[in-house]
């Protein structure tokens, strides 16, 4: 799909603004109502907005700690066998398959040490799952 600069606003806003409604969005990149309701739709069903969702805080959720694990498997394993071992795991909230030594690098969010550690403690009994490398966030920059 080829976009052009009002799609480019369109998804520059929603970026920030996504649950704004199509009156207020029109308003703000120049188009009617109906006309910014069409584009978004044609965004949607082409698969260049994927879906529209929450950010939430995870302190607020009383998960703390934030963690980055590489992840090394015996062997060659798929990434949808990755991604099924992750999906599982609520605490997982990203996932990449990577070049370099690692087959996979998670991040990791839990509410203290002793749950980092528990879910640590499913991740490397996966099957598959040979030793995995943890990296505690301080800070974000």
Do not use: Q
Request: net charge positive; glycine share 8%.
């Amino acid at each position: 799909m080829r976009l052009d600069e009002i799609d480019h606003k369109i998804l520059a806003r929603l970026t920030d603004h996504g649950r704004e409604s199509f009156a207020m969005l029109g308003h703000h990149i120049g188009l009617s109502t109906a006309a910014t309701k069409r584009r978004v739709d044609r965004l949607r069903l082409s698969g260049v907005i994927r879906r529209f969702t929450a950010d939430i805080e995870p302190v607020a959720l009383g998960w703390t700690i934030e963690a980055f694990v590489e992840v090394y498997c015996e062997g060659r394993v798929p990434p949808e066998r990755m991604r099924e071992m992750v999906t599982a795991i609520p605490e997982v909230v990203e996932a990449y398959t990577v070049t370099g030594e690692a087959d996979g690098i998670l991040r990791v969010r839990a509410a203290d040490t002793n749950h980092f550690e528990k879910v640590l403690g499913i991740i490397r009994t996966h099957p598959g799952v040979s030793r995995t490398r943890s990296s505690l966030v301080l800070s974000r920059l």
